[in-house]
């Protein structure tokens, strides 16, 4: 089994910036690492797609973080999210997932 946790939410004003982290743990997998994403979900709307790895290095961005975001990951099974210039629209718990593996998300609440 793997076991996905993340922490790094909270409440900050619109400007300021989160670094989210998701720890992988159990029977993970180098190919998992190399391809997760993180993903949010805001009251009343379906979860979407935040940032993503992809094995090579590549990312992938929704547009609206493209340039205020970034995905990376460290070398002790560690997938984290850098948040800066965050806006009110960005409120929404946030996940980081792998196919059927899913952690139990992070609040980030962003206030005007």
């Known amino acids: 089994q793997v076991q996905l946790v993340e922490s790094g939410g909270g409440l900050v004003q619109a400007g300021g910036s989160l670094r989210l982290s998701c720890v992988a743990s159990?029977?993970?997998?180098?190919?998992?690492?190399?391809?997760m994403g993180w993903y949010r979900q805001a009251p009343g709307k379906q979860r979407e797609l935040v940032a993503k790895m992809a094995t090579g290095g590549s990312t992938n961005y929704a547009d609206s973080v493209k340039g205020r975001f970034t995905i990376s990951r460290d070398a002790k099974n560690t997938v984290h999210l850098q948040m800066d210039s965050l806006k009110p629209e960005d409120t929404a718990v946030y996940y980081c997932?792998?196919?059927?593996?899913w952690g139990q998300g992070t609040q980030v609440t962003v206030s005007s």
């Open positions: 159990g029977r993970v997998f180098t190919f998992m690492l190399d391809n």
């Open positions: 997932g792998f196919l059927d593996y």
